[in-house]
């Protein structure tokens, strides 16, 4: 089962950063968060994980907080194409990964 | 990124008749893939647990005789949807895992219609 939760939907206006938040509380020790983002009817794209550091990379940055219970997605620089829903996902000791409800954002010209 | 490829990505087939769809890793090996199917409007499910060599793992609720698995390579896993119903119709999607750097990539997804 999933252990995160997120908003249902967020807006973002194009060019400004979007910040997607997922809460976390029951993870272990040992699992890695996973961020992956769905375009409709296409396979889910990998975006970012990491376990306690922040992580970056081309497209996004990963905040985990100290206490590992949540963790925020930052889109920079948003646009159009980044219209998707994102899911927050925590990869569990078996090596699964479940997918939660994600979050739907829409980037607003 | 690495590449994960299914097949076909859609197919159409009566009811009855079984439909066996493949995933492969293009530039990876994986030892270990993952078969999820997504209804309309809904996120993805997971079905089952593929290992390299072994019985794959189902998630409970799952039928392991109706969707067989079958990962006999290091680069292939397939799922074959056997007597199927309209009810099997959905979007189903595979994943592999890369070892060593821990990413989890998704094919394209294979859309299965049952008439």
């Known amino acids: 089962d999933a252990k995160t939760t997120q908003p249902t939907s967020m807006d973002c206006a194009e060019g400004r950063a979007a910040n997607l938040p997922c809460n976390h509380s029951?993870?272990?020790?040992?699992?890695?968060v996973y961020w992956y983002r769905q375009i409709h009817s296409q396979g889910p794209q990998y975006i970012i994980h990491g376990l306690k550091n922040n992580e970056t990379n081309e497209m996004a940055s990963l905040i985990i907080t100290e206490d590992r219970k949540s963790s925020t997605l930052i889109l920079p620089h948003a646009t159009l194409r980044d219209t998707a829903v994102y899911y927050c996902i925590v990869r569990v000791a078996g090596n699964q990964f479940y997918f939660g409800t994600g979050t739907s954002l829409t980037v607003i010209p | 990124g690495a590449v994960v490829s299914q097949h076909p990505s859609r197919v159409i087939c009566k009811s009855g008749t079984s439909v066996k769809i493949e995933c492969r890793s293009l530039d990876f090996q994986a030892t270990t893939m993952f078969w999820y199917r997504q209804f309309p409007k809904q996120s993805l499910m997971l079905m089952a647990t593929?290992?390299?060599?072994?019985?794959?793992?189902?998630e409970q609720g799952v039928e392991k005789d109706k969707f067989l698995i079958n990962h006999a390579s290091l680069t292939l896993s397939t799922l074959t949807v056997t007597s199927a119903h309209p009810e099997d119709s959905s979007f189903y999607i595979c994943?592999?895992?890369?070892?060593?750097?821990?990413?989890?990539?998704f094919g394209e997804g294979s859309r299965l219609t049952v008439l």
């Open positions: 593929s290992n390299e060599g072994s019985k794959a793992t189902y």
């Open positions: 029951t993870i272990s020790g040992n699992e890695y």
């Open positions: 994943s592999a895992l890369k070892e060593g750097g821990g990413e989890l990539f």
